[in-house]
């Protein structure tokens, strides 16, 4: 874990997107972990999540607080046409919000879920082939590749996916199916 940390320091300081192997403290897989880091505005963090969902061959779990992305959801939509498993878990203010894409993605047939049982579900997670997770403070919305200060981890890592499979799990257990908010005409 020490030189997980180092590493993402060493990059924190020298800025872009780029893949590092983990040195001996790796998890015990059968290939040692790595990770990509990006940061924005304007760092292409959204071209990375799209290239690592679109690397996806099995499964694809999000835990999202806002996903207003179209690239990304459109992502998402590609990988179920493709025959990923893509499931989503959002948090209940996506279920009003004007450009949540949450009924895109269960148009698509997705199974979208509303965990509401936390004043936030803060998360920004997925969790990809069981060994793949994008996380950090990088919610899944234009916003936060072209205007806000955010940070974005791509982590291939087999035991750290499945803490965040677990963790996705738990809330999912307690979320509720996705059901769109019909506005009343006046």
Same mark, same amino acid.
């Given at each position: ?56 061959? %099995?499964?694809?779990? &999000?835990? =999202? ?6 690239? !990304?959801?459109? *992502?998402?939509?590609? #990988? @179920? ?18 450009? %949540?894409?949450?009924? &895109?993605? =269960? ?6 879920? !509303?965990?509401? *049982?936390?004043?936030? #579900? @803060? ?35 087999? *035991? ?27």
């Amino acid at each position: 874990m020490r030189y997980l940390l180092l590493g993402l320091l060493s990059a924190l300081l020298a800025g872009g997107c780029r893949e590092e192997p983990r040195g001996a403290a790796s998890a015990p897989t059968s290939q040692p972990a790595s990770w990509r880091v990006c940061f924005s505005p304007r760092g292409d963090c959204t071209r990375l999540i799209i290239e690592t969902i679109a690397a996806a061959r %099995a499964g694809i779990l &999000v835990q =999202a607080y806002s996903l207003t992305s179209r690239p !990304i959801a459109q *992502a998402l939509i590609d #990988a @179920h046409q493709r025959g990923v498993s893509v499931a989503v878990l959002l948090d209940t203010s996506q279920r009003t919000e004007r450009q %949540a894409l949450a009924a &895109v993605l =269960a148009e698509a047939a997705i199974p979208v879920f !509303i965990d509401a *049982a936390h004043r936030i #579900a @803060h998360n920004k997670v997925m969790v990809i082939d069981d060994d793949t997770v994008i996380t950090g403070s990088f919610n899944f919305t234009r916003s936060a590749e072209e205007a806000n200060a955010e940070n974005l981890l791509v982590i291939h890592d087999r *035991a750290l996916a499945q803490r965040y499979r677990d963790n996705w799990d738990l809330h999912r257990r307690h979320a509720a199916p996705y059901r769109a908010v019909r506005s009343t005409p006046s």
